[in-house]
């Protein structure tokens, strides 16, 4: 049986969470698809670390990392959040995981996800971890609490 949980990410966590991120499907799939170089990702990641809006976290199984969400407040009843899971560890649910861990754990915030219309991957993860959908031009955006 595996065991997953939630932990807070810190500066040791820089390296991999550069190395996901220029994953190419991860790249595709972000709103921003320019390669990421390593000076200013870690800049950005030091201050996000500092931030009291920000709270990044890496999803382990079995101790080992296999996937990272970033929530961001965006006022003071929700949160944007952005999450990719480690390419070796998709299509097995995690995503769907991760959203529900999330959900349940920042129960007091409308938790929104914004996806591009092609990801399919994590249209699913948001709809089966029960976020309400609406579809906007250019996306998907997801609420963990409807209207």
Not at 22 to 30: A, F, G, L, M, Q
Not at 64 to 88: A, C, F, H, T, W
Not at 104 to 124: A, T
Request: aromatic share 12%; net charge neutral.
């Amino acid at each position: 049986m595996s065991v997953i949980q939630l932990v807070k990410a810190n500066i040791d966590d820089s390296e991999l969470l550069f190395f996901w991120a220029n994953d190419d499907d991860v790249r595709k799939n972000s709103f921003n698809t320019d390669k990421i170089i390593y000076e200013n990702h870690l800049e950005w990641f030091k201050n996000k670390l500092c931030s009291e809006g920000t709270f990044i976290y890496i999803l382990k199984e079995n101790y080992n990392p296999i996937g990272v969400v970033r929530l961001e407040k965006n006022d003071n009843e929700s949160m944007i959040i952005s999450y990719s899971i480690d390419k070796k560890h998709r299509g097995k649910g995690h995503g769907t995981e991760l959203l529900g861990i999330i959900k349940e754990k920042f129960l007091e915030y409308n938790l929104i996800g914004k996806v591009k219309k092609d990801n399919i991957s994590s249209i699913k993860a948001f709809k089966n971890a029960g976020y309400f959908m609406k579809e906007k031009l250019d996306c998907f955006v997801f609420y963990s609490k409807g209207d």
